[in-house]
């Protein structure tokens, strides 16, 4: 495709012509200078056929040293295709037009490899949350932390020949009311995510390339590759804001799961539940009992939260006349719990 027919083809179907237009008029009439957003698109859109080629070689080395990691569910990777990266760079630097501090401003097509640091990302996938600290200590040893000044004094490392290294230091991204002592402990930095995602997020330089790494369990990747396809960035779905509030539910639900799974992990190991002669009680240790309180109360809460979610939903064809037409004043409801 030609790159003209391909520009205008980008840009309508990612809905992204306000942006750019806004970056142009920013550019020329604030900076008086020439719109360069279309200039550094095409340049990337030229040279990335050849750097794929390197990317998904580095891509493929780099899963196969995580092979040595023993506790690993599952192992993915990626390379960013073209429209996405070009999507990233104009939303990136729309987002920080007159942010002139901001890695992002001068963005451009021969330095966007070394600014955006998720053109290879991999994933590893645990089976349960406690299994994280291990897999995490085991990564560090195959890409080892600098010296921490050298992180305070820049956010993102440079490459150095010949090395593999933590290009940023790692951050664990936590919910509302998670516990973050654990991360700490392991010298983590963590950040609040509104949305409810988990994961420890790592930047790594290898072979002169950064790569995303990302780990989490297979109840957070669920639910992650779920509020992607419906959610995130689906704001022009007329149904997004009920959406939300589904991801929201289905993000407390896949949590609990994590927390059931991990308290099986335990009473298996500990042959913590028991049951009695006659059969009708087991005996428990009080960890595990503590541990499906804990459960039974979040259910309770996630069961309220769900129903107020369903109390406002009222049935469109409940909602009409025999003809179809609209009646007023009606609707259906739902009962609170009994």
Known sequence: MEWEAYWQNLLTEKKLNYKVKELNEYEKIVLEQEPCTERICKGIYERYDEAEEHLNAVKKNCIEMFDQIEGVYLKSGRVKKKDSLLCKVIVKR???IEAFDNKYYDLDEFNYDKIITDLVGIRLIINYRGKWADIHRKILNIFPLLEQRAYEERTLLEHLPGRQFQAEWPIAYYAQNDPIQEYKKEGLHVKLKAIGYRGIHY???YQETYIELQLRTIY??????CD???????????SH?????MSKILNRLTHLSDILNDTMKSVYDKEGILVGEQGDEWTAFSEHINRIDEIIGKLEETD???REFRSRLVDTQEDCDETGEKRTGTGSEVSGKD
């Open 241 to 245: 804001e009920a959406l939300v509030q």
């Open 220 to 225: 957070d990747e669920a639910w992650s590759e």
């Open 94 to 96: 729309w987002e920080n």
């Open 228 to 238: 992607h396809s419906y959610v995130y960035k689906k704001e022009e779905n007329r």
């Open 304 to 306: 309220d939260i769900f």
């Open 203 to 205: 930047i790594l330089s």
